[in-house]
């Protein structure tokens, strides 16, 4: 299978999810991006590498690294492989001089490590088909209808009552949330989207 690069967007605080961050990647060389919910930890490791700040003891992905080091061993890439139930699935594609090995991780951890060996980041085209998102010029659209817009303007909705809405109004939802920047609340609207077309 093809690997598609992604390259981190945009980290930011989760309004609908408490201690939650969206942490969103994108598409080297196209329009889609890839919301992930990750945890507070996960994210302050990665944010603190990316403004190259030290803390005044190693976090634990510095400390794998340190580690990595002291062995020869260096993280190659960071592979995004498998989507489950709405569960990304990542791997660490590590090489010691001599031999290749696949390390499975949870994705945000790939990437807080991934941001330390400065290592490229990858998936597949399937998954960015199922859970990625397209920016189309200056407007957000969901994947599956591009060539669709909406001049429709609705009131926001909480994230609980996304199960009443139709799935045209949930299309226009994203693409609200989208321009807001709320990657968290577009990453549930997606999910109920995928949730219908599988049912």
Do not use: W
């Not at 990657?183 to 049912?199: G, M, P, Q, T, V």
Request: hydrophobic content about 40%; charged content about 25%.
């Amino acid at each position: 299978m093809k690997k598609i690069k992604l390259d981190i967007v945009g980290l930011s605080y989760s309004q609908t999810q408490s201690g939650a961050y969206a942490l969103v990647l994108g598409e080297v060389s196209g329009r889609r991006r890839l919301p992930i919910i990750i945890g507070s930890f996960e994210a302050q490791a990665i944010a603190i590498e990316i403004e190259k700040m030290t803390p005044s003891r190693p976090l634990t992905h510095d400390l794998f690294k340190s580690l990595g080091q002291a062995f020869n061993i260096t993280v190659q890439e960071i592979i995004i492989y498998n989507l489950v139930d709405g569960i990304f699935y990542s791997k660490l594609v590590c090489f010691d001089g001599k031999k290749t090995v696949e390390i499975d991780a949870r994705t945000s951890d790939a990437i807080a490590v991934s941001v330390r060996f400065d290592c490229p980041i990858y998936t597949y085209e399937f998954i960015l088909s199922t859970a990625g998102i397209v920016i189309e010029g200056n407007d957000f659209v969901y994947l599956e209808n591009i060539n669709e817009t909406s001049e429709e303007k609705t009131p926001s909705t909480p994230s609980g009552s996304f199960t009443s809405l139709s799935d045209d109004e949930l299309k226009t939802r994203l693409q609200q949330a989208l321009s807001e920047e709320a990657y968290e609340k577009a990453a549930k609207i997606r999910d109920e989207l995928n949730k219908r077309k599988a049912s």
